[in-house]
């Protein structure tokens, strides 16, 4: 497909109204000022913008386009449903049948025991109702004192009240003090940042975890929720072998409900279907979003165990959640469409073996003296600038230098995301040879445009 031409005059009145009009989610006024980016076609690993202009776009759409944009298979199959039955609601005792196909496709490649489903429409609610499901499970139990949620440092697990309440970095938290009574946040290992050996920063964590649920009392704690691999805010560092392991003995130690959020990790990003298979770990209740759909319409679930679920099953219970488009058909229909993709075109394996190259690529970055970590699994990768290699000190923040190596890409034809000066590598995964090639030659002269800019 051909871009469409639009006059100057029509785009400059969009921009003008999407600063008007819209509220953007998360927005930055420093960013907003510089003007609104309009995105018009995608096509694979490439975006193009309104201007005309392709953009190589290395964090799959917020993390969202497993097998790329403009997938016909996936047109395909939302056209048909939208002609058949575009929704019908999941509520109370109706059902559609891209719904059933697609909660037994997720019994069938999610871990363990997980196997009903509860849809919603984003990552966040996803996280909410996991919540919500460990503290009803445990008044059905007769244990209904059992309400905290032990959260991790650093961890993101959405944006409403709940998802905010177990998130713990405080940008996203502060102005809306004081959140949600009953959750606790413990230290999380990261053993860059911690300067320890990962075994014995695994073992740190997991007895300040285990303080931490003596201390506030073992019969008080419904769950812990943990993304396995702390997502792009914080660089996807890697939990220390053994220490998911710790975390699930101590939770069937103490009665705990072991949450895992993988709606950023989840569908091959790490070169596993789920990223908590990478340590044999499965928890009793899944968070899925973001690739769950692969961009195109807007699905997530929470998925838990039979054991769980029976608990809402007794006469005269039921699960007390719900909402209108939770599980809508033309989305159930398109995330079928988009894990058939992940199947046929083996992209779990696809991802672990194009990750090791990126990794080991990307490894050649370490000759620059402000790259001080690159750290992440399969296609879920981050490189980590410092001031200082030995003392792993930050740099001079007011310096922006992340987001400096962020706008040269982006004039130079290539969307990245970095967090301060944390630069995150998460492209599609179908990303082929030659574009990871442009990638990473992007990613080095950026850094490298970065050092004689800032006379580094
Ligand atoms: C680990 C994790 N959990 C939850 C969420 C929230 O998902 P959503 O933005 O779809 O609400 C995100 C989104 O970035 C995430 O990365």
């Not at 059905?140 to 409403?160: A, C, D, F, P, V």
């Not at 003392?391 to 987001?403: A, E, F, H, Q, V």
């Not at 995301?417 to 040879?433: E, F, H, Y």
Request: glycine share 10%; aromatic share 10%.
């Amino acid at each position: 497909m051909e871009n469409k031409k639009i006059a100057k005059e029509e785009i400059k009145e969009l921009k003008e109204d999407a600063l008007r009009y819209i509220c953007p989610h998360f927005a930055s006024n420093s960013e907003l000022a510089k003007g609104a980016k309009i995105f018009t076609r995608g096509e694979g690993c490439y975006v193009y913008d309104i201007e005309g202009r392709r953009l190589l776009d290395t964090f799959a759409t917020l993390l969202t386009t497993i097998c790329g944009h403009n997938r016909h298979e996936i047109a395909k199959a939302v056209q048909e449903q939208m002609s058949q039955l575009e929704f019908f609601p999941n509520y109370v005792d109706t059902f559609t049948i891209p719904l059933i196909k697609l909660a037994k496709k997720l019994a069938e490649i999610t871990p363990g025991d997980l196997s009903v489903s509860f849809f919603v429409n984003s990552g966040s609610e996803a996280c909410e109702t996991a919540i919500k499901m460990a503290r009803q499970y445990h008044l059905e139990k007769g244990e209904r004192q059992r309400y905290k949620i032990i959260g991790r440092r650093y961890s993101y697990h959405g944006t409403t009240l709940g998802g905010v309440s177990a998130t713990g970095i405080p940008w996203f938290r502060e102005y809306f003090e004081p959140l949600l009574p009953g959750f606790i946040h413990v230290i999380a290992p990261h053993s860059y940042r911690m300067g320890l050996e990962p075994d014995a920063c695994g073992e740190i964590c997991l007895k300040a975890m285990e303080e931490t649920i003596i201390w506030e009392g073992p019969k008080s704690i419904a769950a812990v929720i943990l993304d396995p691999i702390p997502g792009s805010n914080t660089g996807y560092p890697l939990p220390p072998d053994g220490y998911l392991q710790g975390v699930r003995k101590l939770c069937d130690k103490y009665g705990i409900l072991l949450i895992f959020d993988e709606v950023q990790t989840g569908f091959a990003k790490t070169g596993k279907m789920f990223a908590c298979e990478h340590w044999d770990v499965a928890p009793d209740i899944m968070a899925i979003g973001k690739g769950f759909t692969g961009g195109y319409i807007p699905l997530a679930a929470t998925i838990t165990t039979p054991r769980i679920y029976e608990a809402f099953k007794k006469p005269g219970s039921e699960f007390r959640s719900g909402s209108t488009y939770g599980g809508h058909t033309t989305a159930c229909a398109a995330t079928l469409a988009n894990i058939e993709i992940i199947e046929k075109e083996n992209l779990v394996e696809k991802a672990a073996t194009m990750g090791k190259y990126l990794k080991q690529e990307l490894e050649k970055l370490y000759k620059y003296p402000i790259v001080g970590d690159i750290r992440g699994l399969g296609m879920l990768l981050a490189v980590e600038l410092v001031a200082d290699k030995k003392t792993r000190g930050y740099l001079d923040p007011k310096l922006n230098i992340g987001s400096w190596i962020r706008d040269w890409c982006w004039k130079n034809g290539m969307i990245l995301r970095n967090n301060g000066d944390i630069l995150v590598i998460a492209p599609s995964l179908i990303l082929s040879k030659d574009e990871a090639d442009e990638m990473l030659g992007k990613i080095n002269q950026g850094i490298s445009e970065a050092m004689k800019h800032f006379k580094l």
